[in-house]
Every structure is written in structure tokens, then in C-alpha cells.
């Protein structure tokens, strides 16, 4: 159903407090809280007791109180306290999951935590760089996280979702490069000579032919990262306005994904007007990609069996990131049931 020996993007650090925050990844509730020192800690969300979640309950010292009858889980989950008694039963316990803070996401590992290497999360260094300027959403997509991946990795639904904002004809009439490195799947392509869509003519100020183009970036299965930009006509890229679109895509579960956002520009960085257009106008790409990909997971859960996409040349990436995910669902069911990682069962008495 999901890879699980990789790192998801469970919050946003601002997200993150003393108080316990609950997520659901891959199907799993976690419990998010920080420690006296600021320290992220990430839990199962359910009390060895009776289940009870400890996103309800309140951190005590660098513990969490469980709300229901007050056991005391630490941040290695072993549980210290338990009010009614002095003795701790030694299964009262809680699953604890790897965690990474970096460049303002809290990134989680769902599977088997010895496998778990912080070397892994990918660089999305931008949204922390002062010389970047920074736009942020967070929105709950209702549809499962393959529809989200193939969304960004095939960016001609641009001309016909996002004409105000982002989209022009020209998006679909020129080709895509793919290239695949390991896990990782780049889907790029060039618009030479062309208008800058609405909503960067606006923020940037761009009249007249540039060359635009995007270089969307995935690492399966976890996050995308958009390289776009326009510069002139037969310059290099690097000399011209440059974008990076982060996407970290989380399942919820079969049917529900979290898309964690961050747009950062290397252009009008001190540019509050700027700033608040994109935030405004961005909300607006987020609301039609939601949208459509909503309207999307209801066809595919109608669709016969049988029935599958029709993938053309546009899709090369969709295609290879498919692939890459197949292939890493079945190493992992090919494995032992000791690397699928279960949470420990509650004790059936104290």
C-alpha cells in the first residue's frame, strides 16, 4: 500500500510545541510534542493502557501524560509512571519513530528504524535561505498520493487548470527530457521565447519574450522539487528568476494525502507585495489541484476493473516514477515481516 522505509514530512517545525500535536502517516497516528530543551519528539499516538491517544493528554517534563489515566510515556517511549501503582509493567510501552528536524519541516521514518539514515531527507535548504524569499500551504488533498505525484510530474494540466495564474498553451507544446538517477525521477522541459504566465508577469514585473522552463525533481516517494523560472531569450538559467516549488507529499491513507508546501523566489525577496500576490495567487493553483485531483480519486474508485490510463509521451515521468515505486512496494514485501515494523501491542492488563 505505501513505502514505509523512507522519510515523510509529518509537520511544519512551527507546527510542533509542548503541546501534543497528532498526524496520521501511512495509515499510522503519531503524536508530536517537543521536549523541555525544544527537542521533536515522535510517538504512536495511542496509550500502551487502553489506547487513548496522547495527542489528547500534555506534556510533563520531557514526557507525555496520557489524558485518560495518566501514564507517563518518555521520548524513547518507554512509559514512566503509571499513577495507580509503582511497579511498570515492562510491555507499557509505545512505539517510538526516527525523526528529523530540518529547514522547517519535521520529517518521519515509518518503517523499520534501523534502516533509518537522517543523510537521507533531501535538501529543500531554500526555505530557510535569507537570500530566498518564501511562500508556505499546507492543505489536506482527499485523494490517494500517486494522483498528486503523476499531478506534478506531467505539469500540461498548467494550460487548462491554472490559466489565470500559471498556465499558457505553449506549456503542453513543447517536450519533456526525463532522466532517472537511482530513485530519483527529473522530468524537465524548455518554452523558449514566450510571455511569463499571469502570476509571475505580475510579481516579477516580466513584459516581453523570455525563456521559461521547469525541471521537476522527484525523489520517490516522498517530495518533489520544482526548478522553474524564466530568463532571456538564449541566457542560462541560472541568470534568470528562479523558483523552487517544494512538495512533500504524506498518505494519510488509501484514500487521503497531506501536500506540505513552500514556494521560494530568489527575486523581490524583500518584496512584501509581492510575497502576499504569490500567497494569495498560489492558494489558488493548490484549490484547482485539489479540486481536480478530488474529482479524480472518485473517477478511479468508479473506474471497472480492468480499466487503466492511457499514458503518452508527456507521461515519460509518470511512467519511470511508477517504476521506481513498484519496484520499491515489492522489496519491501518481499522482505521479512521483522523489517515491516508493528507497533507493539497494548498489554491486555496492567
Not at 502517516?25 to 510534542?33: H, R
Not at 507499557?92 to 519535521?106: F, M, Q, T
Amino acid at each position: 500500500m505505501f513505502v514505509l522505509n523512507t522519510w515523510y514530512v509529518a509537520a511544519w517545525s512551527a507546527e510542533v510545541t509542548r503541546k501534543p500535536v497528532r498526524r496520521v502517516v501511512c495509515k499510522q497516528p503519531i503524536a508530536l510534542f517537543r521536549t523541555q530543551d525544544g527537542a521533536a519528539v515522535a510517538l504512536a499516538d495511542r496509550c500502551a493502557h487502553r489506547a487513548f491517544p496522547l495527542s489528547e493528554g500534555r506534556t510533563v517534563g520531557d514526557s507525555v501524560e496520557c489524558g485518560y489515566h495518566g501514564f507517563t510515556s518518555g521520548p524513547d517511549g518507554m512509559c514512566t509512571k503509571v499513577p495507580a501503582q509503582t511497579t511498570i509493567p515492562e510491555r507499557a510501552r509505545v512505539r517510538k519513530y526516527p525523526l528529523v528536524e530540518k529547514d522547517g519541516w519535521i520529517w518521519v521514518w515509518t518503517g523499520d528504524a534501523e534502516l533509518a539514515d537522517p543523510a537521507d531527507v533531501p535538501d529543500t535548504h531554500w526555505m530557510v535561505d535569507p537570500e530566498w524569499a518564501t511562500v508556505t500551504h499546507s492543505v489536506h488533498f482527499k485523494c490517494r498520493t500517486d494522483l498528486i505525484h503523476d499531478n506534478l510530474l506531467d505539469l500540461t494540466h498548467e494550460s487548462f487548470l491554472h490559466k489565470t495564474t500559471v498556465g499558457d498553451d505553449y506549456i503542453y507544446e513543447h517536450g519533456i527530457t526525463v532522466e532517472v538517477e537511482g530513485n530519483v525521477v527529473s522530468v524537465d522541459r524548455l518554452m523558449p521565447s514566450v510571455e511569463a504566465p499571469p502570476l509571475y508577469a505580475e510579481t516579477m514585473d516580466a513584459r516581453g519574450l523570455f525563456d521559461r522552463f521547469h525541471c521537476t525533481e522527484f525523489f520517490v516517494p516522498n517530495l518533489h522539487v520544482l526548478h522553474s523560472g524564466i530568463s532571456g531569450e538564449g541566457r542560462p538559467r541560472e541568470e534568470g528568476y528562479l523558483i523552487k516549488v517544494l512538495n512533500g507529499i504524506t498518505p494519510i491513507d488509501e484514500h487521503n494525502s497531506w501536500y506540505y508546501y513552500a514556494f521560494s523566489r530568489n527575486f523581490g525577496v524583500d518584496n512584501a507585495q509581492a510575497t502576499q500576490e504569490l500567497l494569495v495567487g498560489l492558494a489558488t493553483v493548490l484549490d484547482e489541484d485539489a479540486a481536480a485531483l478530488e474529482a479524480q480519486e472518485i473517477g478511479m474508485q468508479d473506474r471497472p476493473a480492468g480499466e487503466f490510463d492511457v499514458l503518452i509521451a508527456q507521461d515519460g515521468g509518470v511512467a519511470k516514477a511508477r517504476r521506481i515505486l513498484a519496484a520499491l512496494l515489492k522489496k519491501e514485501q518481499n522482505a521479512s515481516p521483522a523489517n515491516r515494523t508493528v507497533e507493539p501491542a497494548a498489554p491486555r492488563s496492567a
